[in-house]
């Protein structure tokens, strides 16, 4: 049974929730105006209903209960990258779904979650004064390293940049020696020519697409160049719908998901684009707050994961979509179409709500 009583509804964040379903809300309108608009955009919708529902429930639950099941979130999100690897349904070259009936779940979305929950969950329980060495990182770092090895054999380049950003974000927050940083940064740059050896030859289009994406404008450049003519062609107040030819003419791939901030600039202009991204911000200003007001280890290192991937998610779709960034497949939170990052970002809301109110309690 779940308490509620008047301070939880005097210090529940309307301004942050208020901002989530308005972002939301234009994304659905957005989605309606793509191809297959009407059943994407329905779906949608019961995604964010149910999204919803769940950031209410969660925002009404102890942080301590929270933790309590962190290590069953963690474990049961691995058996599910285990599943995919096993029998997931192959879809554009990737086995990144789980099919249930007319159901697609991708659950390397819930690793994002997952992940932050397990490291806050170790922080909170070994703390240091002193920084941490690398023997006393180990543990987190195969924490991490598990669900990253598992998405990228997927494959799914742009989750794991993801889960890999919050993880180091926590880390860093956790303190650890200045000079183990140094050495991370320095094996990094050398293996960073192995890593791109590794990769597949349509994750190597795509960073010459960064690169140069005239240099193949029919190939692996033209999501880019399409990308880059529809915001550009929205200007100042936008084109308006009827007359947002990239989109309603399909030139403009992946409109409903990766590339849906070009269609909304085209239909919207600059304008659009701010009140848009202005949202976005009062997330993150929010979130960060949150962060300040947060009581235990367990809860501070909990809203700085979710702060990152929330913003992780902002600053990398919107990158790409301008070509400042490689084209890597992640989804703009609350706006993409996609019922499993609608209910993880929802259920990250919840958590931040949460403690927000027992911030004051």
Not at 146 to 154: A, D, G, H, R, S
Not at 277 to 297: H, M, N, P, Q, T
Request: proline residues 3%; contains cysteine; charged residues 15%.
């Amino acid at each position: 049974m779940i308490e509620i009583d008047s301070r939880k509804i005097k210090y529940f964040d309307y301004l942050l929730f208020f901002a989530v379903l308005s972002i939301n809300i234009i994304g659905i309108f957005t989605i309606h105006t793509t191809e297959n608009s009407y059943i994407f955009s329905l779906r949608q919708t019961a995604w964010v209903f149910l999204g919803s529902i769940i950031a209410i429930y969660m925002a009404n639950i102890d942080t301590r209960r929270i933790k309590q099941i962190a290590k069953i979130v963690y474990f049961i999100s691995l058996i599910l990258l285990v599943v995919v690897f096993v029998n997931g349904a192959l879809s554009h070259g990737a086995k990144r779904w789980i099919a249930v009936s007319f159901i697609h779940i991708q659950p390397s979305e819930f690793v994002k979650i997952a992940v932050i929950l397990m490291l806050a969950y170790y922080f909170d329980e070994n703390p240091k004064s002193s920084p941490y060495t690398l023997k006393e990182l180990i543990i987190p770092l195969v924490i991490v390293f598990l669900p990253v090895l598992l998405i990228l054999k997927q494959p799914d380049l742009g989750t794991s940049v993801i889960v890999l950003s919050i993880s180091f974000s926590i880390i860093l927050f956790a303190k650890i020696k200045r000079s183990l940083i140094l050495k991370i940064l320095l094996l990094f740059t050398v293996f960073l020519p192995f890593f791109y050896s590794s990769l597949r030859d349509y994750q190597k289009d795509r960073i010459m697409a960064f690169l140069n994406p005239y240099s193949a404008p029919t190939t692996y450049g033209y999501h880019i160049i399409q990308s880059e003519i529809a915001i550009g062609s929205g200007g100042i107040f936008g084109k308006g719908i009827e007359n947002a030819t990239q989109t309603t003419l399909n030139f403009l791939p992946e409109n409903h998901t990766d590339f849906i901030f070009s269609v909304y600039s085209e239909q919207h202009g600059m304008v659009g684009d701010m009140i848009l991204i202005f949202l976005y911000l009062v997330i993150i200003l929010r979130g960060i707050e949150i962060i300040k007001g947060a009581k235990s280890d367990f809860e501070r290192f909990m809203c700085i994961g979710i702060v990152v991937m929330l913003w992780i998610s902002f600053v990398f779709n919107i990158g790409m979509t301008l070509g400042l960034l490689p084209v890597v497949g992640i989804p703009l939170m609350f706006f993409s179409y996609g019922g499993s990052a609608i209910l993880v970002n929802f259920f990250a809301i919840g958590i931040l709500l949460s403690v927000r109110i027992r911030s004051y309690m």
